[in-house]
């Protein structure tokens, strides 16, 4: 079955640091890749996408490059702010699987703190 | 264009007792997905609507039903609620066929006591 792998986390970082958040996953078909992003009390607001291999996603600074060789899409931003704390999500949706539908399959999560 | 609604936004209800949840897609959204959130077992699937049919079921025990209208609304049931259903339920509403970019509400918070 489809899984995706996050790095553990919490992670925290200084404000302008360089963040690097892992992403690995396991599909059947042919996967499209997300990020998304949960701030306190929220739901998830999706925040980049990728839908084939070697696509990259980016959106508010953050990137992401769909890896199919080593089956991976890590999150990355050059600057953080300390209004980028929240927790992250990666996922995948197997289009090509008629089983898949409206499904998306999560990482755990990692949590962001960015600190003035 | 107004983005997804859920409600009731928070939910207190007791042992044995049933809860249904509403959720509004986005307008001309078709496919509806909902999700249990909990910090022990994350993110989970538990069914997508498409054109009032339910298409896809995650691993749910059969006291989790849903339903979804023709103007595209849906409502999740679940029955006989026990503390382990304590969660933040999450409704997405996709525009393609393939659902696969969904787009989520803000979640009910559901509290069983």
């Known amino acids: 079955g489809n899984s995706v792998t996050q790095m553990e986390g919490p992670v925290t970082l200084s404000e302008e640091a360089f963040l690097t958040i892992n992403c690995t996953y396991t599909?059947?078909?042919?996967?499209?890749l997300f990020w998304y992003v949960q701030y306190p009390g929220e739901g998830l607001q999706l925040l980049l996408k990728a839908t084939k291999a070697d696509d990259k996603g980016s959106n508010k600074g953050f990137e992401a490059t769909y890896r199919k060789e080593t089956t991976s899409f890590h999150l990355e931003k050059g600057s953080v702010q300390v209004s980028d704390s929240a927790v992250y999500f990666c996922?995948?949706?197997?289009?090509?699987?008629?089983?898949?539908?409206?499904?998306?399959?999560f990482g755990q999560g990692t949590i962001l703190t960015v600190h003035p | 264009k107004a983005g997804v609604t859920q409600t009731p936004r928070y939910l207190i209800k007791t042992r044995g007792q049933q809860v249904t949840l509403s959720c509004s897609p986005i307008s001309g959204h078709r496919s509806v997905s909902w999700y249990q959130q909990t910090p022990g077992q994350g993110l989970q699937f538990l069914f997508e609507y498409f054109s009032e049919t339910q298409r896809n079921k995650g691993n749910f025990p059969g006291r989790f039903s849903g339903r979804q209208f023709s103007n595209s609304r849906s409502e999740m049931n679940v029955s006989t609620l026990e503390l382990g259903d304590s969660a933040l339920y999450l409704c997405a509403s996709s525009s393609s066929k393939s659902s696969y970019e969904q787009y989520f509400g803000p979640g009910t918070r559901l509290t069983v006591t």
């Open positions: 996922a995948l949706s197997d289009r090509a699987s008629g089983t898949s539908y409206g499904k998306l399959t």
């Open positions: 599909a059947t078909g042919y996967p499209s």
